[in-house]
């Protein structure tokens, strides 16, 4: 029992860190109906940038408070990023918007490479190591085998991750922002004719989508203290499995399938094999789809004529 609560405490706080990036890719398939590859990519760009602003401070600036590190680190990676990512929306995306289906997706995946890429010739190929922030644990219950903890880090995520959700939730459903992503994923020629300024609502989606993947990325580096460039391809299939999972273009599904994936994983790797953690993740993802094709809380898709 207390191996399996521990295993439940890792599996939540992996399951929130795809949770939050798959949120960023629901968000724009719902809007667009484009799967943004280059998601996962911006994820990495934003833990790279996490980490260089807790080096400066730490290491050049001499600030011993980890809060306002931890703090002053995420809301930079989240400005860096979402201008990174907006870029990204006005020069790949938006020329291509009106092509072929296929062209936006050749973009995306261009872009991936080129950021990789970008990453790999400015910080090196090697792992880039720091301190694990909050690293202090909490005894929740004396086992006989062992005591099962909780990391401050862990807390963090998963609490951070709700609140989260709660807030795109509300945005999307109470909002005039809402309101025109909404009308934009119905019929986005209809929404600009009713007045709706169609490309910023796109670009500010990008920018929400881009500040999500920033704090998934400023909690990465918190918790495992190391990042690479490589880092954005598995986190980013592994969170665009969430979003299908539990049904993309619904945030609720969007975590929901995040924690799912992040159990499986974590629970197939504690009893069974880590080596085929990934294949049992992704056998449940396909049983889900054979049985529920829009995913667990996604709408059947409507085709207009």
Request: aromatic share 10%; glycine share 10%.
């Amino acid at each position: 029992m207390d191996y399996f609560l521990q295993q439940l405490i890792s599996g939540l706080t992996l399951g929130s860190l795809y949770g939050l990036i798959a949120i960023g890719y629901t968000m724009v398939f719902g809007i667009i109906g484009m799967v943004n590859f280059a998601h996962g990519d911006v994820f990495m760009l934003s833990a790279f940038i996490a980490m260089i602003i807790y080096l400066i401070l730490t290491q050049l600036l001499g600030v011993s408070s980890l809060p306002v590190v931890a703090l002053t680190a995420l809301i930079g990676s989240m400005i860096v990023t979402s201008a990174w990512n907006w870029s990204i929306e006005r020069l790949a995306y938006r020329p291509l918007r009106g092509s072929f289906r296929l062209a936006p997706l050749i973009s995306a995946i261009g872009m991936s490479i080129t950021l990789s890429n970008f990453v790999q010739v400015v910080q090196g190929p090697r792992n880039k190591p720091i301190s694990s922030l909050f690293t202090t644990n909490i005894v929740i219950h004396q086992g006989a085998d062992f005591p099962v903890t909780v990391a401050y880090n862990q807390i963090i995520i998963v609490v951070g991750t709700a609140l989260l959700l709660l807030a795109f939730w509300y945005l999307v459903q109470k909002t005039s922002l809402g309101r025109a992503q909404r009308a934009c994923e119905q019929d986005p020629k209809m929404a600009a004719l009713l007045g709706i300024d169609v490309d910023r609502t796109i670009s500010i989606t990008f920018i929400i989508g881009a500040a999500l993947a920033a704090v998934a990325g400023s909690l990465y580096v918190m918790k495992y203290g190391v990042v690479t460039f490589s880092d954005g391809f598995i986190p980013g299939v592994k969170a665009f499995t969430a979003a299908v999972l539990g049904g993309i273009g619904s945030l609720p599904g969007a975590v929901l399938g995040g924690l799912i994936i992040g159990l499986i994983e974590t629970f197939w790797a504690g009893y069974f094999s880590a080596d085929y953690k990934d294949v049992a993740a992704f056998s449940i993802l396909a049983v889900t789809l054979i049985f529920l094709p829009s995913g667990l809380l996604g709408r059947p898709e409507v085709e207009k004529v």
